[in-house]
């Protein structure tokens, strides 16, 4: 069983619904939870990054994390065709020096 | 901020050949940088962990006389693909972390490579 699990998708919405993108983890010890976009062909980009439990927002993007559950979700709001992309969850403990990442969940936001 | 350059962002060479990917912290010094691999529509496979001054540490699987990689400065880090094959064709991206250790990675654009 892989320590981050995370749907791959894909995932498709009509342009202006509210996105949900979730992981599971197995490690109690992490600490430490990323959202990457990453486009075709392009490097992964850092959306949020939130230590420890709550949530954080940001625009139309707002994370989640629940350590009790070891479930952490991603929502964007408002969707636009520009968010089409796959996104990337990760996190790692307070002393790891690389951080364990999702496989990825393909997202397609239709005009 | 935390800007991560990487080039090339595209290189084509014939089997045999040595290829270089620079990867380089812009406005951040890196103390600790990545190089990951990803294939077609799949997930980043972490090759190795370079600290500045000191040698990667590469996962297991990857040939390190393969794939050298050099960390000479807290803004530069090099992976050298040595005797290029065509199964080496791929994306390969690094990142970097700012000094100190904390705070995300930063992730470069890639290089997508392809041995003829």
């Known amino acids: 069983q892989k320590e981050v699990e995370q749907d791959p998708g894909p995932l498709s919405v009509p342009e202006g619904a509210i996105v949900s993108l979730n992981c599971t983890y197995s490690?109690?010890?992490?600490?430490?939870f990323m959202w990457y976009r990453q486009y075709s062909r392009k490097g992964p980009e850092l959306l949020m990054y939130t230590y420890s439990s709550g949530n954080k927002e940001d625009g139309r993007f707002t994370a989640q994390v629940d350590k009790s559950s070891k479930y952490i979700s991603l929502f964007i709001r408002d969707s636009q065709p520009s968010d089409s992309a796959t996104y990337l969850c990760?996190?790692?403990?307070?002393?790891?020096?690389?951080?364990?990442f999702g496989d990825g969940t393909t997202l397609t936001v239709k005009p | 901020g935390a800007v991560v350059s990487q080039h090339p962002s595209w290189v084509i060479c014939k089997s045999g050949t040595s290829v270089k990917i620079e990867c380089r912290s812009l406005?951040?010094?890196?103390?600790?940088m990545f190089w990951y691999r990803q294939f077609p529509k799949q997930s980043l496979m972490l090759m190795a962990t370079s600290n500045e001054g000191s040698k990667a540490t590469y996962e297991q699987g990857v040939e390190k006389d393969k794939f050298l990689i050099n960390h000479a400065s807290l803004t530069l880090s090099t992976l050298t693909v040595t005797s290029a094959h065509p199964e080496d064709s791929s994306f390969y991206i690094c990142?970097?972390?700012?000094?100190?250790?904390?705070?995300?990675?930063?992730f470069g654009d890639g290089t997508r490579l392809s041995i003829l």
């Open positions: 490690n109690s010890a992490f600490q430490y």
């Open positions: 990760a996190m790692r403990d307070t002393n790891a020096g690389k951080s364990t």
């Open positions: 406005d951040f010094q890196a103390t600790t």
């Open positions: 990142s970097a972390r700012a000094e100190g250790g904390v705070g995300p990675q930063h």
